[in-house]
């Protein structure tokens, strides 16, 4: 139905009968510098996401599969930021990035009086890693899981091999872990790249899209002009390009995975 009304000037009273014009809102898509600047944005929040969540996931799976004193207590500790409601965490963050929060009161007590308090979500080369940030506190316990199933399933007696041959502390992550985890790699990578180009519940609730849009991204332009500039079709074609760039991802995922029945 979104796909029907892409072709239309449909407004909120769906039960108004459809008004075709053609491909008059892809060619005001095509011509819209705010979509382009959505766009753009997205772009950024997956270029800033997907590698640190896939080095820092990793990371954390390593480190909470060797043998430590609290091994579960770590593997519970990482994991639970993905049990917190993205409404609670969002407020925290909020408070913590506020002008009188924490954050800023823990540099005021390092600086003294000579220290401004910073703008986390005030100011617009801020506001987009500071929204990130959530992202990745969020999504690393999860991925992190993963990555540990995935490095449970390496068989131990590849490493007392390699160390016979010399390899031993990092190196063998290098030499045997990182090539045996590239399925799982792809994957996160993947998977994470989708999350992020489908961002909106971090931006809806602590920036609203701004400073001066600067974290508007594309969910969010198309909450914002369906319920709030009311242009349903427009919407729905917005809709449709988030569509595409989501099925791209999706069948990458299926080509680097060697899984191409689907395609």
């Known amino acids: 139905m979104a796909l029907v009304m892409s072709f239309t000037a ?5 039960s108004e009968p459809l008004r075709f014009i053609g491909f008059a809102n892809f060619q005001r898509l095509l011509a819209d510098p705010m979509a382009r600047q959505v766009m753009f944005t997205t772009f950024l929040y997956l270029i800033g996401v997907v590698p640190p969540i896939v080095l820092g996931a ?7 599969n060797q043998k430590l004193p609290a091994q579960t207590l ?12 993205i409404v609670v965490a969002a407020i925290a963050f909020r408070w913590l990035y506020a002008e009188n929060g924490l954050i800023n009161g823990w540099f005021a007590a390092v600086f003294g009086d000579t220290f401004s308090p910073i703008g986390f979500l005030t100011v617009p080369h801020l506001a987009l890693p500071a929204v990130m940030l959530v992202t ?7 991925y992190m899981v993963i990555f540990l ?13 390699a160390e016979l041959d010399g390899s031993e502390g ?9 090539p045996l985890m590239r399925p799982y790699v792809t994957l996160v990578a993947v998977v994470s790249s989708i999350a992020a180009t489908k961002v909106f519940e971090e931006v809806f609730l602590m920036t609203q899209g701004g400073p001066a849009d600067a974290t508007r991204t594309i969910v969010y332009y198309v909450y914002d002009q369906a319920f709030s500039e009311l242009e349903i079709s427009y919407a729905c074609t917005l809709g449709l390009a988030l569509f595409f760039m989501v099925m791209v991802l999706t069948l990458l995922r299926l080509v680097l995975a060697g899984d191409r029945s689907l395609i």
Request: charged share 15%; no cysteine.
């Open 10 to 14: 449909t407004g909120l009273d769906v």
């Open 58 to 64: 990793l990371a954390l799976a390593v480190l909470v």
């Open 74 to 85: 770590l593997r519970g500790a990482f994991y639970t930021p993905v049990l917190v409601s």
């Open 136 to 142: 990745l506190w969020k999504g690393l316990g999860y």
């Open 149 to 161: 199933a995935g490095l449970q399933g390496i068989p131990k007696e590849l490493y007392e091999a």
């Open 170 to 178: 990092w190196r063998q992550h290098l030499d045997i872990t990182l």
